[in-house]
């Protein structure tokens, strides 16, 4: 790749599109003639100038093809997931020897303690970090950003200058958070230790979304916000690097979305999917914090009306946002609108390939609506909405659909920090919230809970999904956990931090079956049945369920049921 075409990787002048290569490359190119980015056997990134782009660009190019952008999900751990009990079984003390830890998040502040080994020298194998600037970046990496090894890192150390040596940081502390909670050493001063002390770390720290798909998508500039085509170079980069060092792995992506069908058919999730599935790689998500956000609106065509009235409060400082209403083959759906102010927009019927701008005559609002009769990944229908500059207060949608085939729709919002706290559904519902990725089918999907009193987290997201598969499956302690940082140690909540646990614990599993020569296969799929048969439950509740899938993950009550005793 020429250092032109390198150059628009990082530029806000070209936008990135995801693409299937082997369907839509050879288009793509007679369309376009820009640089192409190949990510695995599957997906390709395409670089076009902004220029060429409109403001329908999801009826020009297909909804899929715009990179989802995702937010950071963070809002005595030990005894809660069975640890101590399980170190004091004979030839059960296990530490995640042998097994990387993998992590796409913020990065990782390699200088803490909680990351060395009793000689003072790293546990981190590897840094690829995205931001840097790099000319010489290879394929390898995606032609952008630049790696840092343990050599690289341990170099750092020993300088008196360690960023001259490898100038990479963690600005926000999240990856390092999820990083110290999965795998960092003990810290007994603290009090603090992490789930696997001896496991090795890897962190790909992500680049910042282009400005130019923020504001396409009205993400508000100041908030954080990474692309999804980053998310899965980053996965990719993780995998090949077990795969060099031939060592299982553990992948925890601390990130939520609140675009897709939520389905587990984006394809972020399909790649998760299929990368879960190998044997030696066990992929960790977050179920998200958007359970209590209002972000969400399920409804059905009612019998009287063939309608159904949805409402949306707008904030008033909301200078722009999306919504995605998504119909439930083979129901097919269409709209009408009516402002605050009481103007009124005809149904808009659901033909293929309808687009309208719509520019209200009382406000100063613009409305770009796309309809996808039959969204290109999954086949249901997608009407996608874009409001500019909406005017505060209640926004009134009526959903129509045809008589006696209607099976529900489904609207989104953006997740919280891409819009304002009070835009939000006036009649929310809390179910199907689990954030993209986290409704991919392999991955083992992870909820919060308050390890003090045995609650769940109130913003943790809920399922089930879009086609009603289970997820989440499991729970781990998510809320006000001890977390390293480059200012010392501090609490931290959410999903995310339930998922880092859930992925030390996998570390551990890995380290029992493939390492120590238990099995000789084990994926996601098997990590998340070992830890399903340990569960801990109420007997309050029905499992499984939307809020806590099929229970609280215990680490002991797992090898207790592999040896047939009784449970504890």
Request: include cysteine; charged fraction near 20%; aromatic fraction near 8%.
């Amino acid at each position: 790749m020429t250092q032109e075409e390198q150059n628009k990787i990082i530029s806000n002048d070209y936008i990135d599109v995801l693409i299937e290569y082997d369907a839509d490359l050879t288009r793509m190119k007679d369309v376009y003639g820009e640089t192409m980015q190949i990510l695995d056997d599957t997906y390709a990134v395409a670089y076009i100038p902004v220029s060429k782009t409109q403001e329908r660009l999801v009826g020009d190019i297909g909804y899929t093809a715009i990179p989802k952008l995702f937010g950071l999900l963070e809002s005595p751990t030990i005894e809660a997931v069975g640890l101590n009990r399980l170190a004091r079984l004979p030839g059960l003390n296990l530490k995640g020897e042998g097994v990387i830890l993998g992590f796409v998040d913020t990065g990782i502040d390699y200088s803490l303690s909680v990351f060395r080994k009793s000689d003072n020298t790293t546990r981190i194998i590897s840094i690829w970090d995205q931001t840097i600037v790099n000319p010489e970046a290879t394929p390898e990496t995606y032609n952008y950003g630049k790696v840092y090894t343990e050599d690289n890192i341990n170099e750092a150390l020993r300088s008196e200058a360690p960023l001259s040596v490898v100038p990479s940081v963690d600005e926000l502390g999240h990856g390092t958070a999820l990083a110290g909670l999965a795998g960092g050493g003990e810290v007994q001063a603290e009090n603090f230790t992490g789930i696997a002390t001896l496991a090795e770390l890897a962190m790909v720290k992500l680049k910042l979304a282009k400005e130019n798909l923020k504001e396409y998508l009205f993400v508000p500039a100041e908030t954080i916000a990474y692309q999804e085509n980053d998310i899965m170079a980053g996965v990719l980069y993780l995998v090949n690097l077990a795969k060099q060092r031939n060592k299982p792995i553990v992948i925890c992506i601390g990130l939520g979305s609140n675009m897709g069908g939520h389905d587990g058919r984006e394809p972020i999730s399909l790649m998760l999917s299929r990368l879960g599935e190998r044997n030696g790689v066990v992929v960790v998500l977050p179920a998200g914090n958007e359970g209590a956000a209002g972000h969400h609106y399920f409804g059905t065509v009612e019998d009287t009306t063939n309608s159904n009235l949805v409402e949306v409060n707008v904030a008033e400082d909301e200078n722009g946002f999306t919504m995605e209403l998504w119909g439930q083959a083979p129901g097919v759906y269409s709209i009408d609108i009516t402002s605050p102010s009481g103007e009124y927009i005809p149904r808009i019927p659901a033909r293929l390939g309808e687009s309208r701008t719509i520019r209200f005559l009382f406000e100063s609002t613009i409305l770009y609506i796309s309809y996808l009769i039959a969204e290109a990944q999954t086949g249901d229908q997608l009407i996608f909405l874009r409001f500019v500059r909406p005017a505060p207060g209640i926004w009134r949608f009526r959903v129509y659909g045809i008589k006696d085939i209607t099976t529900g729709f489904h609207i989104w919002l953006p997740m919280t920090g891409f819009v304002r706290e009070a835009t939000r559904f006036v009649k929310p519902n809390p179910e199907t919230t689990i954030t993209t990725p986290g409704n991919a089918g392999i991955p083992i999907t992870v909820t919060a809970y308050d390890y003090r009193n045995q609650s769940i987290y109130l913003n943790a997201g809920r399922g089930f999904t879009r086609l009603n598969n289970i997820k989440p499956e499991l729970a781990a302690p998510g809320v006000e956990l001890l977390c390293p940082s480059s200012e010392g140690f501090v609490a931290k909540t959410g999903t995310s931090m339930a998922a880092a646990v859930t992925a030390g614990i996998g570390a551990l599993l890995l380290e029992w079956g493939l390492v120590r020569g238990k099995l000789i296969y084990m994926d996601s799929t098997a990590v998340k049945q070992f830890l399903i048969r340990g569960v801990k439950r109420s007997t309050n509740e029905a499992y499984p369920n939307k809020v806590w899938g099929f229970g609280m993950i215990d680490i002991y009550r797992t090898f207790d049921s592999l040896r047939g005793e009784s449970t504890l």
